[in-house]
């Protein structure tokens, strides 16, 4: 009687070992936090589009950005905001969705674009002039928005 004990409860702990769930992970969506509009204009003034923004003005925020997002409404975007005009390189490691990267100077002038970014990518995309702002859009508005070189951005925080 002892030993029949004694092999149950051994083959229960072994059992036990054998029988393990994986553990579930759950992820939170990151949700897009109005901080701000931003409205793009033409040279000559003319309203294109006022977006809402999220602002990442410190070295954290600019360094995540929009990384780990599956969504991003036409209406919304990100603006980075340097301390000073520089040549800038984005690059799109852990973006899920494809972006236009818009290079603006210290004068809101938009000076350069990476357009429809690939995701995932860690291929630097650098500005052609020096800028102190990026805006960073879904991939594709640019052109739908027509946007070109010397058009000017407006914004402000909420």
């Not at 990442?56 to 905001?81: C, K, N, P, W």
């Not at 970014?117 to 508005?141: C, F, H, R, W």
Request: glycine share 6%.
């Amino acid at each position: 009687m002892k030993k029949s004990l004694l092999v149950l409860l051994v083959g229960l702990c072994l059992g036990c070992n054998t029988h393990h769930k994986e553990k579930i992970v759950r992820t939170t969506e990151i949700a897009f936090t109005k901080e701000g509009t931003l409205t793009l204009l033409k040279a000559d003034g003319t309203v294109i589009r006022t977006i809402d923004i999220e602002i990442a003005d410190d070295d954290y925020e600019r360094e995540t950005g929009l990384m780990h997002r599956s969504v991003l409404g036409d209406d919304q975007g990100m603006l980075f905001i340097f301390d000073d005009e520089d040549y800038r390189g984005f690059y799109m490691k852990n973006t899920l969705i494809s972006l236009d990267i818009i290079y603006i100077d210290a004068n809101k002038k938009i000076v350069s674009f990476a357009e429809q970014t690939k995701p995932m990518d860690e291929t630097t995309l650098p500005s052609e002039l020096p800028a102190q702002y990026v805006l960073e859009i879904n991939g594709g508005l640019s052109e739908d928005w027509v946007l070109e070189i010397g058009d000017q951005i407006r914004w402000e925080r909420l």
